[in-house]
């Protein structure tokens, strides 16, 4: 059973239209990280939340934080071939010491 | 870049046999952690180590074992390897002090198969 769940889990998209992918649990997190890993490496990180409802904006990337601290979207804007990867979320859980990791979302941006 | 290494990058050993992996960093970082990555079940934690000689279990630690002699070098072990290992195993430091704000930073990963 996976604690995280992360929709859709393949996407493939047209140069600059925008997305919405998202990760989900029935539990609330103390913190929640995304990541994008490409073919081949290590995932790389690229924001963490820790507040309820929190906003966090990354160049074309716009982060949320559920209120309820259960769920996390990334949004991308006009998409480019470079976002193309494995978009992975992890949540830290209440009282929890590791993080857990989502199955990803597998993004591809045709030019 | 984070200053994480792995060796081996990729391995093919036989089914039984002892596999040693190695994580090294640069950075005098606290915190090692080592994961390994299956399709349909992403990033699951194995050990970590929170300092010289302090290593805990995570999500999936069975058939493996760590030992963290020195701050830099942190390794895992699959003292007699079977085909469920064969996996893409990486090693992480994560940067602060606090477990609740630690970010991650992998290394570029160690391909193993296990025949």
């Known amino acids: 059973t996976q604690l995280l769940e992360q929709s859709p889990q393949f996407l493939s998209i047209q140069e600059g239209e925008n997305l919405t992918v998202y990760c989900n649990s029935s539990s609330v997190f103390s913190s929640l990280q995304w990541y994008r890993q490409e073919p081949g490496e290590g995932p790389v990180l690229l924001v963490t939340v820790v507040t309820g409802g929190e906003v966090k904006k990354l160049k074309r990337l716009t982060f949320q934080f559920g209120d309820a601290r259960k769920d996390s979207s990334l949004h991308i804007t006009a998409a480019q071939p470079g976002d193309t990867g494995l978009y992975l979320c992890?949540?830290?859980?209440?009282?929890?010491?590791?993080?857990?990791f989502g199955t990803g979302t597998s993004l591809t941006v045709i030019p | 870049d984070a200053g994480i290494t792995q060796s081996p990058r990729h391995k093919v050993t036989e089914t039984g046999t002892p596999v040693t992996l190695r994580c090294h960093q640069t950075e005098n970082h606290r915190y090692m952690y080592w994961y390994r990555q299956d399709p349909g079940h992403g990033l699951r934690l194995i050990h970590y180590s929170y300092g010289v000689k302090d290593t805990d279990k995570g999500e999936v630690s069975d058939g493996y074992s760590v030992s963290r002699s020195k701050t830099e070098d942190f390794l895992l072990t699959l003292e007699s390897a079977t085909s469920s290992q064969t996996s893409v195993y990486f090693c992480?430091?994560?940067?602060?002090?606090?477990?609740?704000?630690?970010?991650?930073?992998f290394g570029p990963g160690t391909r193993l198969t296990v025949l």
């Open positions: 992480a430091i994560g940067r602060g002090l606090d477990t609740l704000y630690n970010e991650q930073f």
């Open positions: 992890a949540g830290l859980f209440l009282q929890g010491n590791q993080f857990y």
